[in-house]
C-alpha cells in the first residue's frame, strides 16, 4: 500500500546539513499497524511529514498503491493527502469554537462536499469511538480522551487509506492512553484501516503489528509482534 524507497531527508541551512533520514526503506501492507519508535531526534516526525506528504524528501521516493507521490506538486500533494491521508496529534489540534460533530464534519467541508449526505457515517464514526452523546459539545468541554476520539472521528471521516498517528498517547494518562490505543487497536482489526503511529510509549507500541525503531535516521530493529513476542 505504502513504500518507503530509499528515503533521505538533509535539511539545510543551519550552519551543518541535518541528515535525518538516511536511505529508509519501508513497505506497509494494507490493513497493518505499524509503531515507529526511536530516540529523540532520530527522525520520526521527519519520516511521517514524508510520508503523509507534507514535507518532500531530499531524495528517494514514497509510492502509494504503486504510484510515485514523492514528487507531486504542492497542490496536488494536498489534494492527494486530503483525500488518502489521516491525520491524529498529540494535542488532538481541534477548533476551540467549533462542537465536536462540526470538528468531525471539517475536513468534508475543506474538501468541498456538503456534510448533509454525510451525517450517517458522522453518526456511525462517532459511536464506534464513543462519543455520540458529545456530539453537541466543544473541545474544551471534553476531556484530552474524548478530545482525541474527535481528532480520531474527523481524521476518518474521508476514510483515509492510512492514518498518521503523531503521538496520540502523549498527552494522556495512561489508563485513557490505553482506551485510545484499544480504539486504534480495533480499526486497525475490524476495519483494516492501515496506521502508522509515532511513540515514545512502549505500551502504546504494543498494540502495534510491526515496531520500527529508528536510531540516526536509519532504521535499526523491526520487529513483528505477532510473530516475534507473545501477545501483550
Ligand atoms: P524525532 O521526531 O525522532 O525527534 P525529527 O524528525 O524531529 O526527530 O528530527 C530529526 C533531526 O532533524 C533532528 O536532528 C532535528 O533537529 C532535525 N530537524 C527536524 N526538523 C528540522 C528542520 N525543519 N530544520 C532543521 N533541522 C530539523
Ligand atoms: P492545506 O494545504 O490543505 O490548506 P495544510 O497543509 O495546512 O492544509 O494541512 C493539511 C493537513 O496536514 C491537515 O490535516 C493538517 O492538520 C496537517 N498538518 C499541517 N501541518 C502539519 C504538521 N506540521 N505536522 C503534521 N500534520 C500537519
Avoid: C, W
Avoid at 550552519?15 to 529523540?40: C, I, Q, T, Y
Avoid at 476520539?149 to 496520540?168: F, N
Wanted: charged share 25%; net charge negative.
Amino acid at each position: 500500500m505504502l513504500n518507503a524507497v530509499k528515503l533521505s531527508k538533509i535539511y539545510e541551512g543551519g550552519k551543518h546539513p541535518v541528515h535525518a533520514l538516511v536511505e529508509v526503506d519501508l513497505s506497509v501492507e494494507e490493513g497493518e499497524f505499524v509503531a515507529v519508535m526511536g530516540p529523540s531526534g532520530s527522525g520520526k516526525s521527519t519520516l511521517l511529514h514524508l510520508l503523509g506528504g507534507l514535507d518532500s524528501p531530499s531524495s528517494g521516493a514514497i509510492l502509494l498503491e504503486g504510484k510515485v507521490v514523492s514528487s507531486l506538486s504542492d497542490k496536488e500533494a494536498t489534494l492527494l493527502r486530503r483525500r488518502n491521508i489521516g491525520f491524529v496529534f498529540q494535542f488532538y489540534n481541534l477548533l476551540p469554537t467549533l462542537s465536536a460533530e462540526e470538528n468531525i464534519l471539517l475536513p468534508l467541508l475543506i474538501d468541498g462536499k456538503k456534510p448533509k449526505g454525510h451525517e450517517k457515517e458522522m453518526e456511525d464514526l462517532m459511536e464506534k469511538v464513543g462519543i455520540l452523546d458529545r456530539r453537541s459539545h466543544r473541545p474544551s468541554e471534553l476531556s484530552g480522551g474524548e478530545q482525541q476520539r474527535v481528532s480520531l472521528a474527523r481524521a476518518l471521516i474521508t476514510k483515509p487509506k492510512i492514518l498518521l498517528a503523531d503521538e496520540p498517547t502523549g498527552n494522556l494518562d495512561s489508563k485513557t492512553g490505553s482506551q485510545v490505543m484499544e480504539l486504534l487497536a480495533l480499526l486497525s482489526e475490524e476495519m483494516k484501516q492501515t496506521i502508522i503511529m509515532v511513540t515514545h510509549d512502549p505500551k502504546a507500541a504494543s498494540y502495534a503489528d510491526r515496531l520500527v525503531y529508528l536510531v540516526d535516521g536509519k532504521i535499526r530493529t523491526e520487529l513483528h509482534f505477532e510473530k516475534d513476542l507473545p501477545v501483550p
